[in-house]
């Protein structure tokens, strides 16, 4: 279809996948998709021993101090563990690993980009810049993925090694009683988000509205932080069309998963 449809060579994508057996946890990545685990902080687990240590001790003396570190305590609830790295040009051991293999081409990270042109470093696709084609097992150099597309849109290619890879990485986690849920999403929640922040709105969330969507609330705070930061009502952003409104925010898809046994999914 590339003659017909040269546009096919800058198609893209990323990938997360995440398998849970038993109280193990395996998560592969291509791309700057993310898995952030939920969970209860060194301090929270401390401050609550430290609790039953002094209700221990003396229950009634030492009631009023205890409703102050609660007080404390209820700020900052579950601490944000990024299960993944991204695989992207803000993180310097892929930007080296790109270079180490460019060493010819000064122009291989440019702009905080690949080839001045892709912000990951690995990805699904993206024909333009590994010009490679697997078929039965051998690799058989393939120019016509650049020269295909417009001049505007071609790079420099130097050498026969793609730019970017879609060799996964893969990571294993053992649940532990600190554990509370995860978050799996695409790099679009992250333009908005901290990892800290998300974990914390998930949280509260769960808390106040035990029967409702986290997916989808993180996906309505999101918006309302896209329009606020354009200068426009939340309703007026949502009336703008999907293609228009990539100005404004990337595509998000995003999975909550609690560990006690529920999802939610949700995108935009």
Known sequence: MLEENPELALMGSCVLVMLMKGEDIYVM????????LGQKSESDYWLAKIRQDLKRINEETMKSNLRGCEGDHEVSNLSAFQLTVDHSTDVEEEVE??????????SAVSNERVKGSLKVTRAFGAGFLKQLLVMLFFFFLQPKWNNALLEMFQIDYIGESPYISCLPSLYHHRLGSKDRFLILSSDGLY???????AVSEVELFITLQPEGDPAQHLVQELLFRAA???GMDFHELLEIQQGERRRYHDDVSIVVISLEGRMWKSCV
């Open 97 to 106: 690993r790109i270079r180490n293999e460019h060493s010819d081409d000064v």
């Open 191 to 197: 333009q908005y988000f901290t990892n800290e922040e």
């Open 29 to 36: 990545n291509v791309g700057d998709s993310r898995a952030v």
């Open 228 to 230: 606020k930061k354009a």
